[in-house]
């Protein structure tokens, strides 16, 4: 029982050949790049998605900050995509892998933090004092500021690990649970059952929601440093 | 009078239709696979192309087939992409059957 409920989440070989890159790729044959004015249905809708989103995510950004538009649009269309393909039956979601979520999550704070120290320094290194601290709490407070930067990018990748990871585990072992109660006590098991079909609602909003906070916090340290 | 050596001849054999040329007879290369006769079917699988960039281009064929019968029509309809995903379900199906294989409902597995 215990090797088969990780083995969902080992990283794909197929012969020894790792196909976790073809997996990783696949997301992006299902966002075909408009040609014309007037797409097809598919283009349509994901157009209209994208538009909405950017509105709302880049509204408070000044230009500076607008520049990276693109890289957080790609992001959230990326984790939301890739969450939402592994609620399909049998899937791998590379976004459990914890190294996947730290290479998207340091490269991208470490950005916004350097982009700050270069541009603002001095509002930048006095994000490190809050207004209004007594002066013999200032060392104290810095230490615990420094801290506090450090721990986004590790927060914000194990984060995402760990939602989506404890949501596909939770829905491994209420299944196996309802099956193996089928034989014993049929209305159990669909208590059990219902549980698991309201558990898969909520994955599906985790899966959208765990995009839009990732995104949502990495702008969030843009706007902070722009 | 048509043989395969008539077509190297002349610019004018060449420049016919692709349906004329097809009832006349067309060299091995540029056939098909429903046009291929069972007994040529050995020589047209390796005259195929197997460079990196022959299986490219297969690749892109394959996906622009699919892409301009399914999607990329006025009216496409959610069988375009459900089918992408159906055969995504079944590609990682294969993948873990050697895993799946200990759960089944069997006294000796």
């Known amino acids: 029982m215990n090797e088969n409920l990780f083995a969902s989440f080992a990283t794909p070989t197929m012969m020894g050949l790792p196909i976790v890159i073809l997996i990783i790729m696949f997301p992006s044959i299902l966002f075909p790049s408009p040609n014309r004015l007037i797409n097809n249905r598919l283009i349509s809708i994901q157009q209209w998605l994208v538009q909405l989103t950017s509105k709302q995510m880049m509204a408070i950004h000044n230009n500076k900050g607008q520049t990276w538009t693109l890289m957080l649009m790609s992001l959230i269309l990326f984790i939301g995509s890739t969450n939402l393909l592994g609620l399909l039956p049998h899937s791998f979601t590379p976004t459990t892998q914890l190294s996947m979520n730290l290479g998207m999550a340091i490269p991208l704070w470490a950005g916004t933090v350097f982009m700050g120290f270069r541009h603002k320094t001095k509002a930048a290194l006095a994000h490190f004092l809050p207004q209004g601290t007594p002066i013999f709490l200032i060392p104290m407070l810095v230490i615990i500021e420094t801290i506090s930067l450090f721990i986004q990018p590790v927060a914000l990748a194990v984060r995402l690990t760990a939602n989506i990871t404890a949501g596909h585990l939770l829905m491994h072992l209420i299944g196996g649970t309802t099956l193996a109660l089928m034989s014993i006590s049929p209305s159990t098991a669909l208590i059990t059952f219902i549980i698991l079909i309201l558990l898969t609602i909520l994955e599906f909003a985790v899966a959208m929601i765990q995009a839009y906070v990732f995104t949502l916090l990495v702008s969030l340290y843009l706007h902070d440093n722009t | ?109």
């Open chain 2, 1 to 109: 009078m048509a043989s395969v050596e008539m077509w190297y001849s002349s610019p004018w054999t060449k420049s016919l239709p692709m349906r004329v040329k097809t009832k006349l007879g067309l060299p091995l290369k540029e056939k098909k696979l429903m046009e291929v006769k069972l007994g040529e079917l050995p020589s047209w699988i390796l005259m195929r192309d197997f460079t990196p960039k022959g299986i490219a281009g297969a690749f892109q064929r394959g996906y622009y087939r699919y892409y301009n019968k399914y999607i990329n029509v006025k009216k496409g309809s959610v069988a375009g992409i459900s089918m992408v995903l159906a055969a995504y379900v079944l590609f990682n199906y294969c993948r873990s059957y050697k895993e799946l294989k200990h759960e089944r409902r069997r006294k000796y597995h």
